[in-house]
């Protein structure tokens, strides 16, 4: 089974920068899709942004498009997401996904989830 470890949460200002790191260990070639949802409190889990371990192809939601953007490292199997312009409504537990579709919502069956960093913004 994928283990999935987050790191790299933490405060920002507003128009600052982060970066998110993923470790995943345990991944098969089916495995082919990694990503990032976020969630704040008292909504529900929302789809950031994915990538393919195989080609590379990326996927973002609309609000963080040109804002986000998620890379990955296939020798060390780490995805990052890399956050600039962070917004105050970028505040939100951010977590890692690991599926064998490309994936765009929190329903799908996902191999496995991370913990979840907490990533806050301040205006």
């Known amino acids: 089974q994928v283990q999935l470890v987050e790191s790299g949460g933490g405060l920002a200002q507003a128009g600052g920068s982060l970066r998110l790191s993923c470790a995943a260990s345990?991944?098969?070639?089916?495995?082919?899709?990694m990503g990032w949802f976020r969630q704040a409190p008292g909504k529900k889990r929302e789809f950031v942004a994915r990538i393919s371990w195989s080609t590379g192809s990326t996927l973002y939601a609309t609000s963080v498009k040109d804002r986000f953007t998620i890379s990955r490292d296939n020798t060390n199997n780490t995805v990052y997401l890399q956050m600039t312009s962070l917004k105050p409504e970028d505040t939100a537990v951010y977590y890692c996904?690991?599926?064998?579709?490309?994936?765009?919502?929190?329903?799908?069956?996902?191999?496995?989830w991370g913990q979840g960093t907490q990533v806050t913004v301040s205006s």
């Open positions: 345990g991944r098969t070639f089916s495995t082919d899709y």
């Open positions: 996904a690991a599926g064998r579709g490309p994936f765009s919502s929190s329903s799908y069956p996902m191999d496995s």
